[in-house]
């Protein structure tokens, strides 16, 4: 917890950083599958995501908790991204390092995305109350798909520098 900042500020903070996180992962990534390399928005989100998780370890907690891990998980995930990053454009190995870490951290962000809607949005609560009705399995196999064709083809083709 940051002194002087409310669990409700932190919270917008939060919830703020991981939108744009997503919205940013979301041209990023499949511009990355489609071959074209867009180095502000990786930046931007590489940059917020790992603020998500950043921000997310500044919730007070007693216990290891799905959240903590995810940021966990994430946060290494994005150290091996940032890590293939400068030899992306050259190295076969590191552009699948790169085109798999990223967008496995972009899918972790999107299925907390799925689960906190089908929690908070009053549309989404009845038709999936303990996210285990098949509108959220939906849900969570659409974002899957989509998560395995950005990686798929961010891997296979060669990336424009």
């Known amino acids: ?72 998980v994430s946060l290494v995930l994005l150290a091996a991204a940032l890590a293939a990053l400068p030899a992306r454009g050259r190295s076969r190995i590191a552009t699948i390092l790169y085109a798999v870490t990223a967008t496995l951290a972009l899918y972790l962000n999107l299925v907390v995305l799925v689960v906190q809607s089908f929690q908070k949005l009053p549309a989404l609560q009845p038709l999936a109350p303990t ?13 899957l798909v989509a998560a395995i064709l950005i990686g798929w083809f961010s891997a296979r083709r060669p990336q424009i520098r």
């Open 1 to 72: 917890m940051i002194p002087g900042l409310s669990i409700e500020t932190l919270l917008t903070v939060h919830v703020a950083v991981s939108l744009l996180g997503i919205a940013t992962g979301l041209v990023a990534m499949p511009a990355l599958a489609a071959g074209r390399w867009l180095p502000g928005w990786q930046a931007a989100f590489l940059i917020t995501t790992a603020l998500t998780s950043i921000t997310g370890f500044l919730f007070p907690f007693s216990v290891v908790t799905p959240a903590f891990v995810f940021g966990v």
């Open 131 to 143: 996210q285990s009705e098949p509108p959220f399995l939906a849900a969570q196999i659409v974002v």
